[in-house]
């Protein structure tokens, strides 16, 4: 139920509101002495040996790790990355981000209260003043400098604080006052420390190479049905139309342009199309899945080229859940390699074939673009709606967009594009619609459409299409 309320907050807020409900259970039990046993708390009865303690622990910890491993490298932590990343990039890719961030809340929170059991039961002792919220503090700054990303990070930050504590220690000694007082100012700098730095911590997520598949993936097959529709769409903003009685349709194997100038409303009508917003007029009737590109490029910097596409394809895995990547059963590293070898496919028809264990960060602008449009592509979407995909782009890059754009008509999509570069809309799109602020101005092929005077005076000026 905690878990549910708090995985729709912000990373930040949720470190915050876990840590103040923590604070809060420890006072609550203070203050119901005949739960918690008061100040002297509740003596437990005698369990395994100190040492057996220990080697339980360590036994725990190693599983622990290799299970971080192991999901971190499945469709569970590819796509809980991308959505920590960009959360509405995965959205749109299909990323069920709250409940995945619910899962993970519960699984973590599972091994924090397992560590947290054994824990008591060493000390022979459930005394609920021994565990403040210092104590959570510490953690999650261990957490944070050992670097969230890597399965050895906590190790690290725990060996780090460990050094904060002798070094606490040495001064307390040298200005013979309690060490207690230094430990909480120097976390508190370390703290400080890494977040200045970014927050990466001293430990990255390693840099992987996926293994394909022995034979080829084969390309997706024609698409048989593909069209996307809206009828009378409208959307206001309180006194603000963004969008008013708009009619479109695109059917399979055509690309449509929808131009306009800066607030035209182009944007809103994707996110209708999409049904990420929901129109105050009008109707969308579509056949076939829908993905969506942003507007802004927003790809996962922490991920590479190929691991984009598996975000992308892991909805469509029968094999890729939870449990069976944990396990990492026979079905689900065969899948995983199929998977992967159809994603290089992919990426070599993007023209990123040589970058596919590149990160995403590292790519140009252009070539992160493409990738958007590739892993909307690998959802197995039969209706792509591209919002701007040559932002930015140069002569030779909108060319090589318009190769793309044409290769995925011939494959039967209904392509839906926002652009403002009119060279790629003449191109690719025979057919195009104009808006002005939130209104069609012009119907037909871009010949006609650069003719009509409303739209030179809204958004071309004096040029034509």
Known sequence: MTGAGFVRLSRGLVAVSTWILAWLVALALSAFPSVSGGAQGLLLPEGPSTTAHYELALALVALAALALVALARGP????????RDRRAAAAALGVPVPRLRLTAFVASAAV????????????????????????????????????????????????????VSVAADAVGAVENVSSARFHPLLTSVLLLAVLSLGGEGLLRAPRRRRLAAAARAEARDTVARARIGGRGLTKRYGDLVALEELDIDVGAGEIVALIGPNGSG?????????????PDGGTVDTDGRIARTLQATATFGELTAVEHLLVAAARRRRYGGFARTLLATPKAR?????????????????????????????????????????????????VLLLDEPSAGAAHAEVDRLARVLAGLRADGLAILVVEHNLRLVR???????????????????????????????????????
């Open 112 to 163: 924090g209260g397992l560590a947290g059991g054994l824990s008591v039961q060493l000390a022979g002792i459930a005394d609920a003043a021994s565990y403040r919220p210092y104590l959570s503090f510490k953690l999650f700054v261990a957490v944070l400098i050992g670097g969230a990303a890597s399965a050895a990070g906590a190790f690290v930050g725990i060996v780090v604080l460990g050094l």
């Open 334 to 382: 065969a899948e995983e390699a199929a998977a992967t070898g159809r994603a290089l496919e992919i990426l070599r028809r993007f023209g990123l074939g040589d970058r596919a264990d590149t990160p995403a960060s590292e790519l140009a602008g252009a070539d992160q673009r493409l990738l958007m449009i590739a892993a909307a592509y690998e959802t197995g979407a039969s």
């Open 427 to 465: 191109t690719v799109s025979p057919r195009v619609v104009a808006l002005d602020a939130g209104r069609v101005i012009a119907r037909g092929t871009p010949e006609q459409v650069g003719a009509e005077p409303a739209v030179r005076r809204a958004y071309l000026g004096s040029q034509t299409l």
């Open 266 to 278: 182009k944007t809103t009508a994707l996110r209708l199309l999409a049904g990420t917003e929901r």
């Open 76 to 83: 569970f932590g590819l796509r809980l990355t991308a959505a």
